[in-house]
């Protein structure tokens, strides 16, 4: 797949804006990718859809071909769409007793996820209890108890003759004699989604105050990770999930599934039958996981990065030579207005003198802009050519008084001398390393 990519990416090397067909190019391998990674095939084309939106008519980054960048688009979405952030499980004060649910199929991996989760919070401070609701096979109790054994946290149990329920509102009366502050209920699942399974939970949510949801979905069960999800949380009402078996090689698409069609945050991820595989889940690295494109990804990341530097290192190199000129004073707004405006340039920009204390808006910037616009490139790059005839010429193309083109000629004298100045101070001392 990679090597397809890159094929891809060869046949674009326009520069300039993203196309409508450099998008449809790449794109379509993202969506073979996507597929691939088991994401499921509406949220697919929906993605797809929204980044076509996004990405055509956007600037492509230097150094990067269309293709990458269409990448570099496709995984901020994927980051943006899967939370930005990591999520906790919200609990309760230590003085009150949490109750945490957890739901979902048969071999999903609640009762593992349980005493994870339990070994989890015991590090934190909590102390939890865990209540076993799945009446159906001794054996899950027995599965249970052994895990709670080995995290130290204490398991309760009426055996299989009591409703789920019931079970569950002991378990918190017990809780509350013992001095134990989070329950965690392990319920049953079934193979297949079923009207008894979500009529017992219900009943659960029903009688006793929950108050975490937690969906535990198996990441291999790829396309139908978006049904399962969507019906628990329709029918008892999802706070978060947790996805398991993500230590196999399934690439993790039910991620973007569940987190597009439900919009629930992935709390936590499995990595493992251990009882300490427990992972916190990052956005980023589920996006390029899915995405599987780690090497164009690594480039992106690079290729950025050495945007970054080359611009700083070849401004050093200006400000030591004070050979700073109009085209530098142009690129030089540009960036502050990114960062955040007016108040950075006068920080950037020595000699402009402008009064710091002053409000200033940024449409002084405009001014500006507008008359270094009228300079033609030469006079941009070599300001000393600028006579009274071109100056006339530049105020009448800038729709500005000859004066303002004076004022601007005279702050940039200024920006050049004070660059000499410390430029004069920075060879002097050069650059040590490590005094910092
Ligand atoms: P439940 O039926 O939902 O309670 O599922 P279990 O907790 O009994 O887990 C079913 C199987 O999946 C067990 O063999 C677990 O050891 C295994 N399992 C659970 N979570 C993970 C995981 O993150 N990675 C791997 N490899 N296996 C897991
Ligand atoms: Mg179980």
Redesign the pocket.
């Known amino acids: 797949l990679t090597e397809k990519l890159q094929n891809v990416f060869k046949n674009l090397r326009s520069k300039g804006r993203l196309t409508e067909e450099d998008v449809k190019a790449a794109l379509k391998e993202v969506k073979m990718a996507l597929l691939e990674a088991d994401v499921n095939f509406k949220v697919v084309k929906n993605f797809v859809k929204t980044v076509q939106e996004r990405a055509v008519g956007q600037d492509v980054l230097n150094s990067l071909t269309p293709g990458q960048m269409v990448v570099k688009l496709v995984n901020e979405e994927l980051v943006t769409l899967m939370g930005s952030d990591t999520t906790e499980i919200a609990l309760k004060p230590s003085s009150e007793i949490s109750v945490i649910l957890m739901c979902?199929?048969?071999?999903?991996?609640?009762?593992?996820?349980t005493a994870k989760i339990a070994g989890k919070l015991k590090k934190k401070g909590r102390r939890p209890l865990l209540a076993a609701c799945?009446i159906y096979r001794p054996a899950?109790i027995e599965?249970l108890q052994k895990n709670g054994e080995k995290q130290g946290v204490e398991v309760f149990t009426m055996g299989t003759n009591h409703k789920p329920v019931d079970i569950a509102k002991a378990a918190i009366e017990h809780a509350s004699k013992n001095n134990l502050n989070v329950v965690i209920l392990?319920t049953a699942?079934r193979l297949h989604i079923d009207e008894d399974m979500m009529a017992e939970l219900q009943e659960i949510k029903e009688n006793v105050e929950i108050d975490d949801t937690i969906l535990?979905v198996d990441a291999m069960t790829g396309q139908d990770a978006v049904n399962v999800a969507t019906t628990f949380n329709e029918k008892i009402g999802v706070d978060g999930v947790i996805l398991?078996?993500?230590?196999?090689d399934t690439r993790g698409g039910a991620a973007l599934s569940i987190r597009a069609v439900t919009g629930k945050p992935i709390l936590y991820v499995?990595?493992?039958?251990k009882l300490s595989?427990l992972e916190q889940f990052y956005p980023d690295r589920m996006a390029s996981r899915i995405l599987g494109m780690g090497d164009v990804l690594t480039l992106i990341e690079k290729a950025e990065a050495e945007i970054d530097q080359d611009k700083a290192k070849e401004m050093e190199r200006k400000f030591r030579k004070a050979e700073f000129d109009f085209n530098d004073f142009l690129d030089q707004m540009a960036q502050m207005k990114k960062m955040g405006g007016i108040q950075s340039i006068l920080s950037m920009l020595p000699g402009m003198g402008l009064p710091t204390d002053l409000e200033i808006d940024d449409n002084i910037f405009k001014g500006i802009e507008a008359i270094i616009y009228s300079m033609t490139p030469e006079e941009r790059g070599n300001p000393a050519i600028i006579n009274p005839s071109r100056k006339r010429r530049i105020a009448k193309g800038a729709g500005v008084n000859i004066a303002e083109v004076n004022k601007l000629m005279k702050q940039y004298e200024q920006s050049k001398k004070m660059m000499k100045q410390m430029s004069g101070m920075m060879g002097g001392k050069g650059k040590k390393k490590g005094k910092f």
């Open positions: 979902g199929l048969q071999g999903a991996g609640k009762t593992t996820t799945d899950a599965q392990d699942g535990v398991t078996k993500l230590d196999g499995g990595m493992g039958e595989d």
